[in-house]
Antibody
Framework: EVQLVESGGGLVQSGGSLRLSCAVSGFTFSGQWMHWVRQAPGKGLVWVSRIKFDGSITGYADSVKGRFTISRDNAKNTLYLQMNSLTAEDTAVYYC????????WGQGTLVTVTS | QSALTQPPSASGSPGQSVTISCAGT?????????VCWYQQHPGKAPKLMIYEVSKRPSGVPDRFSGSKSGNTASLTVSGLQAEDEADYYC??????????FGTGTKVTVL
């Protein structure tokens, strides 16, 4: 069974940092592109970032470029999102999802940035 | 990186059909067959319903179908059922390692 479990969310002050993790199982993690998507409370889905299966290629939305870094540890079957210089606009549920079709999603982890 | 444009809402009675549009540009929807559709019920994670414009993942009812014409993609839900009431989002690859979602459509089953 495919499973993706996000963790690392919580309350952080504006300007602070947070690292999200996404632990996966049930599929060959090292062979899949992975994505982060976020959803602010009551708002729509927003694509955040993507990483190639070997970590050699990454992509970011303009709104997070230069502040967020996506990475992965294929030995640990874990995807990461390092988030720096956080602002209130980054408050959202963050989901990890597998493949470029986003065919499986985690349950999400809530990040709340306070001013 | 502008969001793809979807109507805020759509509705239909049980058994009827509803079609949701997803308007992009020649740089995203019009350029790639990387259009997907997701269904999201309140408080739940999104679920993939359509990929590569018109393909259905295993387990998705054939009442859901997708198409594309030029810079606009569409999702049609035929034979509406109560459980189809949800938010629906389109997405597309936009080149240069960038993806973009639609603004979302709330489907109501009357």
């Amino acid at each position: 069974e495919v499973q993706l479990v996000e963790s690392g969310g919580g309350l952080v002050q504006s300007g602070g940092s947070l690292r999200l993790s996404c632990a996966v199982s049930g599929f060959t993690f090292s062979g899949q592109w992975m994505h982060w998507v976020r959803q602010a409370p009551g708002k729509g889905l927003v694509w955040v970032s993507r990483i190639k299966f070997d970590g050699s290629i990454t992509g970011y939305a303009d709104s997070v470029k230069g502040r967020f870094t996506i990475s992965r540890d294929n030995a640990k079957n874990t995807l990461y999102l390092q988030m720096n210089s956080l602002t209130a606009e980054d408050t959202a549920v963050y989901y990890c999802a597998k493949t470029d079709w986003l065919d499986y999603w985690g349950q999400g982890t809530l990040v709340t940035v306070t001013s | 990186q502008s969001a793809l444009t979807q109507p805020p809402s759509a509705s239909g009675s049980p058994g009827q059909s509803v079609t949701i549009s997803c308007a992009g540009t020649s740089s995203d929807v019009g350029a790639y067959n990387y259009v997907c559709w997701y269904q999201q019920h309140p408080g739940k994670a999104p679920k993939l319903m359509i990929y590569e414009v018109s393909k259905r993942p295993s387990g998705v009812p054939d009442r859901f179908s997708g198409s594309k014409s030029g810079n606009t993609a569409s999702l049609t839900v035929s034979g509406l059922q109560a459980e189809d009431e949800a938010d629906y989002y389109c997405s597309s690859y936009a080149g240069s390692n960038i993806f973009v979602f639609g603004t979302g459509t709330k489907v109501t089953v009357l």
